[in-house]
């Protein structure tokens, strides 16, 4: 049986799945749609070695609404309220998500998201509510002082892009 709770971010779920493990390995159910009561148009999935940061990223206009799970490896997930009008906007939700936990995060368009990763190989997949559109997509400093975010591991290896976002008060409205 899944287990959602709520957070006290407006539609951002945590979700424990369901893992059934033996000698030969395990079966983990992942999501499923009617549950949380969303429709998923667009999969993806990232590999990355220890210490990868990605984001924070978010789309304007086509925003997503992503469903993390982690398939194999460990990372600490990140997402930002920026919906203007939110009462949590600016504030960061952070979760370990592992293969080993089980948990998945919903996070609904609106927010902006990233992650460390903290295992040597860790694969990590998206189930995305909107397909991707690259001229939407944009990014806010992983590191912005304002949003208090404590990375687990020091010296992120992080992309030029990722590293040249604006801080979150620089952002577009």
Known sequence: MFKIKKTKFKGL???SGMCHGDTRGYLREILIEKIIKKKFKFYLISKSKKNVLRGLHYQLNKMQGKFISVIKGKIFDVAVDIRKNSKTYGKSFKIILSERNCKSV???PGFAHGFQTLKNEN?????CTELRSINNEYG???NDPKLKIKWPLSKPIITKKDNNAPNLSEIKK
């Open 106 to 108: 919903y996070i609904p």
């Open 140 to 142: 806010i400093k992983f």
């Open 123 to 127: 694969i990590v997949i998206y189930n």
């Open 13 to 15: 779920l945590v979700v």
